[in-house]
DNA sequence: CAAGTTTATGCGCATTACTCATAAACCTGC
DNA sequence: GCAGGTTTATGAGTAATGCGCATAAACTTG
């Protein structure tokens, strides 16, 4: 019997098993078996069996049990988080592979929630009619990905141009305008400064300093630019805006569809430029994958540029 | 049927089981089954069988079968890092928990290496006298702890006085003094630092500012001052220095041993403060372990000072 | 004290994991 | 081109595991 083959029935001898653990943490959460069995599906006594299976393969009591109870020893409160965490991992793992069902090549990406919504996913179907092969993976993040410990082949955020460990690819620089819906605007014409900050200014939580930007050389004081209800992306604040709740100021690149449809407008004739752009950032590995050089070169010369203004 | 009921079938449906799990990570290891059969210790029929009964269960294929190879797909290129990950978690979780058998408490802590070797780990026995069904779970650490993702109890590392999330105990300021075995020394007497500088200088790797500090105003070029072999850990230097390669220049906490056994002799009457002392630092959640405010409460006030100089 | 709850366990069955044997496909050296 | 050796996939059957049913014992509650 070869070392890896006694290596082989060692760890089988030792390693929980998948019903074990569910029934642990079931009976962990819940207090008992009875009811650990309830959310499992399962009868009491398969989920007695387990733990006693559990404990006896790793050689430590999990539970002290207590009046009919089963509280956490040590090492159960030691195991609990991480068998919780591999649960998991493990549904979120199969879950993910399940949606390669059906498609040869899989993109996955990282992408700002709202750049995500209302720039790059409204412009996949014209990728989709020249790579019709290429599917998505597509997740939301709000920060730089570390491409040596995260498995997804590329993010789409707004970043520095040079990025530890990543090739970044500059999709478009970000400039600020101002919208709302109609109603809120007179019939004709764009307002002035002054005449902006009479109506309400909607707040973007990820962006605080936005409006201080926009009125630094207005002369209004803080209080007056800061107050608004306040949204944590974009999105939210498009809405409230399309709601009449007051104005947005958001990139750009967001209000197309809503300037097009007349759901907003532009409110004043200026925009503001941004010092970080929206970038595409990838490992180098990335490279290696067919679909995505095709995805690169696609987003980074075929996309559009975004459209401004009535029409 | 309960809606948990049916979740919980649905989610036993297509979740993958562990043997299929080890049998996909070898065969994308190994590219046959075959071979993942005799890493297993299994027939190659068991491997076949399981990753058929996986890709089934999650509708997807994970291999592309070429030629009598096994290739990985994309989505079993996806899976694979997860699937390692998950595997080398449960048998780390399982090796831990097993750890605490025999014992009804048992502290889990993040020690500076040699910290633990040299200063720590030789007082236990002093703690255990008095707490003798506490155990420990020790691990090294160069970094503090994230104590809202880490499950250990305490960390002892060299820190400021204030870190995020976690309370701090200074355990010790650190002193630095140089030493070496007696054969390199003179019989009586200690040297001055001019006379320091013409003997080797054992460098320590994620220190390497100690030994400019010491000669800050000696007047000696860096050259003179850092030559020497380069070691990573303070408890490999003073295993250098036992063994008459050169002065070391330590911690006074980690050389009571070593000092009082002759092993080693201090050269210098000076020694050199810190800026950084040893701390105790865990979170509030410990608090409630009594296990762990016994040990805290040892450690602050009845563990006594390091001993220097020859006795 | 009765009725209802819990856990642990004997017994037996259903399901899963696996082996053995083998057909089919592929590879390599001659 | 062929023999010998490799691989994978699969039918058939066995071993191991997971689980349900029933129940005793212990505990809880009104």
Redesign the pocket.
Known sequence: MSNAHKLALMRHAYTP?L??LQ?FVQAAKTG????AAAAL??????I??????LEARLGVALFH?I??R?VLSDAGRALLPEAERMLADLDRAALTVMSFGGHRDVLRLAVLPTFAALWLIPRLSRFAAIAPEVTFDMTATLAPLDFERDPRDVAILRAQRHLRGAQVDILAEERLVVVAAPALLPKAGMLEDVDLARLPLLQQATRPNLWLDWFLNAGLDPITILRGARFEQFGMVLAAARAGLGLALVPELFVGPDLASGALRLASARSMASDTPYVLSYPQRSLDIAAFVRFRDWILTDAPPPVTGNK
């Open positions: 098993t019903p074990e029934a008992t078996a009875t009811r599906g399962l009868t009491q006594s398969a007695s069996r387990a733990l006693t299976t049990r009046r009919q089963l």
